[in-house]
């Protein structure tokens, strides 16, 4: 049995533990923004068409609302980078932490629709800075044969919270005409959680040799099995010669800003945020009656959740791009299922659910397993802030986009369902042809090693 003790850092530290055993440990206590983040994008969809009817909006001001998340999570994912590279990773953590809680409470009382949009907002903001301080702090921490699972555990932490918040909503759907409340205020709970866990944790220890912290990042990297990293990490900043000052955009880090945008452009051109927000309106328009539409997004949770366990077991052993290639595929056959099913006579129904887990089944698989990963690695540690903001700032900005359209062309269209699924489909065709000519593979290297392969000097 395992002792554990406390350190004057308020770290904490395994007596006799393995290094990998550590870093596994931070790095799940950090991924609980992972599971917040997933929770907080997800529960909406219980609560939107009742929003709806509550405060009488139309399809804009309602693509509006559930957006309104998305406006904020834009905001914290180009607003993260600059404290989490000046202040730390550990204390803008703690930041979010209180962000979400406050937005679970603020959600759940809420008796205005503007106070309501207010603290989606905020919900959103941390999200956005979760999506690009998570998975960064995770990648710092992680030795490079764990790097890809202990990175890709975000992503099994935001499927993870998809699943809890479709189960909860599903659980108080029938609570009567507050059941809402009851589904975005039971994020208190976890929220409070991450907000105690995150004072155990150390700082990054990449974060603090670039800080002039050798001694303390040492400690670190002893605990998490790098043992020459204090050096790798000089050398690699000697190399780029100007540390924390430096800007993302002066020509040397093109590569990594094409390959990070493009992929998140194509995560959310998938149509993943539009099926997450809307999948009850999604099965009530394929035919589903109202009480089976809470319902079966419990089913697609389920799928994604098992899915990226899967893929976290063989992300370091197949590499990213196998991930990513055989996800373009099944994601590609039933989006264009579904598409089908929407513009055929008659009701989709069943066909619908179907279609609807074997494409999340390959998502999860692919691009959900693989995107937070793989942006977190390709950019070098006096840059990583910023380029981690960039690639979370597309993914938001097209998440947006997404989400707010989508109402508009369903309720504006018979055919709305179709045009949708088709449109997402061709973009997964697109998507395959960038990440096989185009996209690195990242497996197996520790974080300097990438940067040399992409000829960044």
Not at 155 to 167: N, S
Not at 262 to 291: C, D, H, T, V, W
Not at 404 to 416: A, D, K, L, N, Q
Request: hydrophobic share 50%; net charge positive; with cysteine.
């Amino acid at each position: 049995m395992q002792s554990y003790s406390i350190s004057t850092t308020g770290e904490a530290v395994s007596a006799g533990t393995s290094s990998g055993s550590y870093s596994i440990r931070i790095s799940l206590i950090a991924a609980l923004g992972g599971f917040l983040f997933g929770f907080e994008t997800a529960v909406i969809s219980g609560a939107e068409k009742t929003i709806q009817g509550l405060w009488s909006l139309n399809s804009f001001w309602q693509g509006f609302t559930v957006a309104a998340s998305l406006i904020g999570t834009v905001i914290g994912s180009v607003a993260a980078g600059v404290p989490a590279q000046r202040f730390g990773r550990k204390k803008v953590l703690m930041l979010i932490a209180v962000m979400y809680l406050l937005s679970a409470i603020g959600c759940a009382v809420a008796s205005e629709w503007l106070l309501f949009v207010v603290f989606r907002i905020v919900g959103g903001l941390a999200v956005g800075a979760s999506s690009v301080v998570g998975p960064m702090y995770i990648s710092e921490v992680s030795p490079a044969h764990l790097r890809g699972r202990l990175a890709g555990s975000f992503q099994l932490m935001i499927v993870g919270g998809i699943f809890i918040a479709y189960l909860t909503n599903f659980l108080f759907a029938g609570m009567g005409e507050e059941s809402w409340r009851w589904m975005l205020g039971i994020m208190v709970i976890p929220a409070l959680i991450f907000v105690i866990l995150l004072r155990f944790i150390p700082e990054s220890p990449r974060w603090l040799v670039l800080n002039n912290r050798a001694a303390e990042a040492e400690r670190i990297f002893a605990k998490t099995g790098e043992s020459n990293a204090v050096e790798l990490v000089r050398q690699e900043q000697e190399r780029q010669g100007h540390g924390l000052k430096e800007s993302l955009f002066n020509g040397k880090y093109n590569k990594p800003i094409l390959y990070a945008v493009i992929l998140a452009m194509f995560n959310q051109l998938s149509g993943i945020n539009a099926i997450l927000y809307y999948a009850p309106r999604i099965f009530e328009l394929a035919g589903f009656e109202k009480s089976e539409a809470y319902l079966q997004p419990v089913y697609i949770g389920a799928a994604n959740l098992l899915f990226t366990l899967l893929a976290m077991t063989v992300i370091d052993r197949f590499g990213r791009k196998k991930l990513l290639l055989t996800g373009c595929i099944g994601m590609i056959v039933f989006l264009g299922l579904t598409a089908n099913a929407f513009g055929s006579d008659g009701g989709a129904n069943s066909n619908v659910l179907i279609y609807l887990i074997g494409f999340i089944a390959f998502f999860a698989f692919s691009q959900g397993a693989v995107i937070w990963v793989f942006i977190s690695e390709i950019f070098p540690n006096s840059v990583r802030a910023q380029g981690g903001s960039l690639g979370s700032f597309t993914h938001w900005i097209m998440a947006a986009i997404i989400s707010w359209t989508f109402p508009i062309i369903v309720e504006g269209s018979p055919e709305g369902g179709f045009y949708s699924f088709v449109f997402y489909s061709i973009m997964m065709i697109a998507s395959f042809v960038f990440i096989w000519r185009v996209m690195p593979e990242t497996k197996g290297k520790s974080l300097e090693q990438i940067q040399k392969e992409l000829g960044i000097k």
